[in-house]
């Protein structure tokens, strides 16, 4: 069952406001999403994921300079490096919804050398947006030689959408 934070519903370990958070994003509750993912944030300053949240919540109701500042926040205090993946990742998302694609190709490209798919496909979209084709075909190399079968996908979307 799924708590509206009007309900008055007392959170007190971390666990309980990430479940809940999960649970409102998985059904499309992004307001409720937010709003607790705020109050999250208020009582977990310092964790990756109390930003991760607020951003991703933001990111969904499209407040997207929210959600870029707290993505970048999340990123920082990442510890491990898929969880900086992850964080690049909505970072990276945000930026190409709301068209700032040099931002997201100058964040990603500092970890370009992680040679993973998410951030190679990234970066190629971005790529081919800016309209550098140089870059593109770079990127598509490099995502080929990661996952084949990603790469190939990824171009029949780009010729289906076209």
């Known amino acids: 069952m799924l708590f509206s934070t009007s309900d008055m519903v007392e959170f007190t370990k971390p666990e309980a406001y990430i479940r809940q958070i999960v649970a409102y994003l998985t059904n ?11 109050e999250f944030l208020s009582t977990s300053k310092e964790t990756m994921i109390s930003h991760y949240f ?4 933001a990111f969904k109701l499209k407040k997207y300079d929210e959600a ?6 999340a990123f920082n205090l990442s510890k491990g490096k898929r969880d900086m ?3 690049a990742n909505l970072f990276a998302s945000i930026c190409y919804k709301s068209r700032e694609y040099q931002e997201g190709v100058d964040f990603l490209s500092k970890m370009a050398n992680y040679k993973n798919t998410e951030i190679q496909a990234l970066l190629f979209l971005f790529s081919i947006k800016l309209k550098d084709k140089e870059s593109a075909v770079e990127y598509m190399e490099n995502l080929y030689s990661l996952d084949k079968k990603r790469a190939h996908d990824l171009v029949l979307r780009l010729f289906e959408d076209s």
């Open 28 to 38: 499309k509750n992004f307001k409720e999403a937010y709003k607790l993912s705020k």
């Open 54 to 57: 607020v951003a991703r919540s």
């Open 85 to 87: 993946i992850v964080c």
């Open 68 to 73: 870029k500042k707290e993505a970048r926040i």
